[in-house]
């Protein structure tokens, strides 16, 4: 691009924000100080706890998802950004409050904080111009101020967009749902597990939430049954958890599973994950977002039409903020001139190809940006294509151990703690107490 310095946008103070501010401001004589755009009033994202669920005091739907006991399913020994760990403590699996704060250290060590637009609503963001061979596209963010309701118009020479996507709960139809006369509600609006107590639910879904907060809820409830899709670990689970394989239909006192016994509840949980959202983008952004795969992507960040248009933290099932570190370093790469992107057939192509391929692998249209173990790859592709070095082992090394001991023993792997001894080299200290 010229040699002027680039004005560059990021939307959103979570975690992928913070980290795009971050590496934007190392490289000053390349990017002009970025403008951080967060509608709430601090950083951190989902990792904000609230107990207010529904709308917040302008209007708009509570963004964080987290619950008051949630603790982290990684151990924070691979959960930091690589240039930036967290602080050395006992315990590997933290508190939800641990990695809030964390996020703020980061905030304040890299002077983050002064450069975010906080209670600021983006309402549009469109390109001035389409993107030629000789030129890139600008692009034009609409924000709204909430305090004073004033609206403001910016220019940019790239924008990275860092939204999140725990926000927009996926509710998928149930036959019969209309009769049911219990309480039904998404895992979103769950913050504590008290007003549940002695009560029978049904958790529709058994990704990490799911299975975490059956865990939680098994304590008070009379009963948990979960609702599991394709396959379950053969993990012990609380004498009151019950195991369902897929459910037929709704009746109005509970649900009715695949295998045709009626299993009563006052409440239904779905545990069934979000939507990706973008309601910010303008139509001719031409973004595609169809049964959870967005499109077009190029290595799940650039939009191949818009090639200074960015998207971080679009994968799911991973090691979430060493992966923000990695796509960060690989879309600034591309703006600085350290990598230069293929021209967009030729991304479109690479794409197609990897889809197909996943396809191919058994991996369903709707879990196309669901890495789990392909990560580590994905991981150093980036880093090579930004020339930077691979990440340390120890990072997949440690990620799948644990898995793998989560997989066994569901109500005690966060008992374990861990050190890190090398770059290739950790070790399992002695597990908490019951």
């Known amino acids: 691009m010229s040699g002027r310095q680039l004005q560059v946008a990021v939307i959103g103070a979570g975690a992928s924000g913070l980290c795009a501010a971050r590496h934007l401001l190392a490289k000053p004589h390349i990017f002009a100080p970025p403008v951080v755009y967060e509608q709430s009033t601090g950083v951190g994202g989902t990792w904000v706890y609230t107990e207010r669920t529904g709308k917040d005091d302008h209007g708009l739907p509570i963004q964080s998802s987290m619950y008051r006991d949630l603790r982290t399913n990684l151990p924070k020994e691979i959960m930091g950004f690589p240039d930036f760990p967290f602080e050395a403590s006992p315990t590997s699996f933290i508190h939800h409050t641990d990695v809030k704060s964390y996020l703020e250290k980061y905030t304040e060590h890299f002077e983050i904080q002064r450069h975010i637009k906080f209670l600021t609503y983006v309402e549009l963001l469109k390109p001035v111009s389409r993107p030629t061979e000789d030129a890139h596209s600008s692009w034009e963010i609409t924000s709204l101020n909430l305090k004073s309701q004033s609206r403001s118009l910016e ?71 979960l609702v599991y899709k394709d396959s379950f670990t053969s993990s012990l689970l609380p004498s009151n958890c019950l195991l369902v394989k897929g459910v037929n239909k709704c009746s109005q006192t509970g649900v009715i ?13 779905f545990c069934t ?105 994905y991981n150093n592709e980036l880093r090579s294509l930004a020339k930077r070095d691979p990440l340390p082992p120890v990072f997949k090394d440690l990620y799948e151990a644990n898995k793998e001991i989560r997989k066994q023993d569901l109500c005690n792997y966060k008992r374990f703690n861990y050190k890190i001894v090398s770059h290739d080299t950790w070790i399992k200290v002695s597990p908490e107490l019951l």
Not at 193 to 218: H, M, T, V, W, Y
């Open 257 to 269: 599973g695949n295998d045709g016994i009626e299993y009563p509840a006052d409440v239904l949980m």
């Open 155 to 225: 220019r940019y020479d790239s924008v990275i967009v860092c939204n999140g996507h725990y926000s927009d709960p996926l509710i998928p139809h149930i036959p019969g749902i209309e009769n049911f006369k219990g309480q039904s509600m998404h895992s979103h609006e769950y913050r504590f597990a008290e007003p549940f107590r002695g009560k029978n639910l049904i958790l529709l879904g058994a990704g990490s939430s799911g299975i975490d907060i059956a865990l939680e809820l098994c304590l008070v409830a009379n009963q948990v049954v």
């Open 273 to 377: 994950g979000y939507n990706y959202t973008f309601p910010f983008l303008a139509k001719d952004v031409g973004l595609n977002v169809k049964d959870h795969r967005i499109t077009p992507l190029y290595k799940h960040i650039v939009h191949t039409t818009f090639p200074t248009l960015f998207f971080i933290g679009i994968c799911k099932t991973v090691c979430p903020f060493p992966l923000f570190h990695n796509q960060v370093l690989f879309a600034l790469a591309s703006l600085d001139g350290t990598y230069r992107l293929p021209p967009k057939p030729k991304m479109d192509a690479t794409t197609e190809h990897e889809y197909q391929s996943s396809l191919q692998n058994g991996i369903p249209h709707r879990h196309f940006h669901k890495l789990d173990s392909l990560q580590w790859e």
